[in-house]
């Protein structure tokens, strides 16, 4: 592989698993640092090989993974600008692996490698948008990917570069988060036929679809980019997905012109003047009327409903504005008199919001209302709403956070159809068994404060104990510890993920991941730490099962010797001592050296006993907090709308 591969300081600080302020006092300290071989002064590039060995003869060794060798490869192959470009090759040289091994062990001992390795790259993917691309002319790193596909597989190494393409590049990619594509796509999808996604980016939502239902659908899709369209491509044939993806113009050069889907899903782009207007004045598309020059976004919408069957579904996001801007009231009004327009939802705060459509039958009656939610955090309401509407639009008495609104009283001057203008979105008797449940259970859990204050007894002068440090204990084999691998994808796949933020909440396992090397799986009493949002967490593990996530630290105890929540409780004491510094929300805390007291196991099961209340006291506060919040917002909802009545 070249030697020219470049870092940044943030890449060194990710790497050596320290800050970038570490990196900016080594600099300082050290003349022999390795000194810029490129960027700018206020970020600078180094080589990533005198980066190695500098951190290696100053003590702090740290092999650089062979997925981060090849990603700082194709860094250093392109400038920013071209990086999806050489990214996209990089997946089609993936995709000519898995469809030619034999070629491909053929070919990699040849020294004109370079020189054929196009046409055979080529020749084996006739079915990635515009070909694949342009090649890299670096026998090194194309040897490097092909040993990164062995080592992790072609899906998963592909997966790697994704990542850290999305990563890099943040500001100029949309992404459309994890959870709510997985949301869109399980409100509308079917169990078979056609997907299509008319504003693709790098596959997000068709993937979203093809876990949905695995082999079972046809996906297709557009995007305007032929970089991120390839991307997309390589993404669904490397999982041999039935696909097929165009670069292109979505609304100004349509690749599926009369072609109808069973769905349509699509995070459009937004607040884009030059979207065609001038040239698409007489379009068929605009069934429910030519979208103003400001509001592409009802371009968007009408173009994925030009695209869906008859009583199909289509799940697109639109901005909070869309909603109840002058300009689009009259194609509002047109999709809500039609039946068209389904669902208006808020999937976070600020927006966007979440429309879903269904393509009206010939003759069919449209219905009298619409569902409009703004359901907070819990996007699970939606989906409880949208089938209890489906299955009865006219009768529908949908959960907190949504309403059924009458479209006939939507459809005055403004047809404004913000969530947040038709709260409180509560039926009557929703809204009173909500407030009498929540009443209840705040009762019930702050009635348990008390008990959980532990019997400690003050003491008027410290007791000083004989300690010994984590470390030390390891040395003895009284603790193992074990980290997480440094790089995890945690939103997808089928194995449980403890995260940070469940360590730090006491939640269960809220990530997934995929099967693989490297993964710690965690056991009943193991002690897990966590650092978020400035605060050091270490929690005794009830159930196992689950993998350890990034930036945990696991503390696996001999139960004989070790009580676990002793052990937690100091670790937590430790924490707040010297917090970690790491250089991004959530890092690992370094506790070999936290001092650990000795104690017979009696005492420390004593111990473990006042930690262990303490911990059940916070989290039923966290509980009790929430719950209050909840009963205050509905005690004002009802008591406003003449559902709840103060006693005499």
Request: glycine share 10%; aromatic share 6%; net charge neutral.
């Amino acid at each position: 592989m070249t030697d020219d591969a470049t870092v940044n300081a943030g890449d060194i600080a990710r790497l050596a698993g320290v800050g970038r302020a570490a990196v900016s006092n080594w600099r300082r300290r050290y003349d022999d640092f390795p000194r810029p071989i490129g960027g700018t002064s206020s970020s600078p590039l180094f080589s990533l090989r005198e980066v190695e060995r500098w951190l290696r003869r100053n003590g702090k060794v740290y092999d650089v993974p062979l997925a981060d060798r090849v990603w700082q490869g194709l860094r250093t192959h392109a400038d920013d600008l071209r990086l999806g470009e050489t990214v996209a090759w990089a997946g089609a040289f993936l995709l000519y692996l898995r469809r030619d091994p034999s070629g491909w062990r053929r070919l990699q001992r040849r020294a004109d490698l370079t020189a054929r390795l196009p046409a055979a790259v080529e020749a084996a993917c006739p079915d990635l948008p515009g070909g694949p691309g342009d090649p890299i002319d670096d026998a090194a790193l194309v040897r490097s990917l092909a040993s990164l596909a062995a080592e992790k597989g072609h899906v998963e190494a592909f997966e790697y570069l994704c990542e850290r393409y999305a990563e890099t590049h943040s500001r100029r990619l949309s992404v459309t988060r994890a959870e709510l594509a997985e949301l869109m796509v399980r409100l509308v999808a079917p169990e078979g036929g056609t997907v299509f996604d008319p504003a693709c980016g790098i596959g997000t939502l068709l993937l979203a679809a093809d876990r949905h239902a695995p082999g079972k659908l046809r996906l297709i899709g557009q995007e305007i980019g032929t970089s991120a369209a390839r991307i997309t491509a390589v993404r669904l044939l490397l999982r041999e997905v039935p696909a097929r993806v165009v670069a292109g113009d979505s609304l100004r050069a349509d690749g599926f012109a009369g072609e109808r889907a069973d769905a349509v899903i699509c995070d459009p782009p937004f607040n884009e003047r030059a979207w065609g207007y001038e040239e698409l004045i007489g379009d068929p598309r605009w069934e429910y009327g030519l979208p103003p020059r400001g509001e592409s976004e009802l371009a968007w919408v009408q173009h994925c409903l030009a695209h869906v069957r008859p009583g199909g579904l289509v799940a697109v996001l639109m901005p909070g504005t869309a909603a109840g801007r002058r300009a689009g009231k009259r194609i509002r009004a047109n999709l809500l008199r039609a039946g068209a327009l389904r669902m208006v939802a808020t999937v976070q705060p600020g927006g966007p919001d979440l429309w879903l459509l269904r393509r009206p039958d010939v003759g069919e009656r449209p219905p009298s209302q619409i569902l409009i939610a703004d359901p907070g955090r819990d996007l699970d309401v939606l989906e409880r709403a949208w089938a209890a509407y489906r299955e009865d639009p006219e009768g529908v008495r949908p959960p907190n956070g949504c309403r059924a609104v009458r479209i006939i009283d939507l459809l005055d001057d403004e047809v404004d159809l913000s969530p947040a203008r038709h709260r409180p979105a509560y039926a009557g008797f929703d809204l009173a068994a909500a407030f009498a449940t929540a009443r209840d259970r705040f009762r019930e859990v702050s009635a348990a404060l008390a008990a959980g204050v532990p019997d400690i007894d003050v003491l008027t002068e410290r007791a000083d104990l004989p300690a010994t440090t984590v470390g030390e204990l390891a040395k003895a084999g009284l603790v193992t510890i074990h980290h997480a691998p440094f790089r995890l994808i945690v939103d997808r796949g089928d194995v449980p993920v403890l995260t940070a933020e469940d360590v730090a909440f006491g939640t269960p396992p809220s990530g997934r991941t995929f099967r693989g090397a490297g993964l710690v799986t965690v056991e009943p009493d193991d002690v897990v730490t966590s650092y978020v949002t400035g605060e050091v967490t270490a929690r005794v593990i009830t159930e196992g099962g689950a993998v350890l996530g990034p930036q945990l630290s696991l503390y696996r105890v001999d139960r004989k010797q070790l009580d676990p929540h002793f052990l937690a409780g100091f670790l937590r004491f430790a924490g707040h001592l010297n917090p970690p510094r790491g250089h991004s929300g959530s890092s690992r805390l370094d506790a070999r050296r936290a001092r650990i007291p000795r104690l017979p196991l009696a005492e420390q099961q004593a111990y473990g006993r006042a930690f262990r209340q303490l911990v059940f006291l916070e989290d039923t506060l966290r509980e009790t907090a929430a719950l209050g919040e909840e009963l205050i917002r509905l005690g004002f909802d009802g008591l406003s709308v003449g559902l709840l009545r103060p006693r005499n």
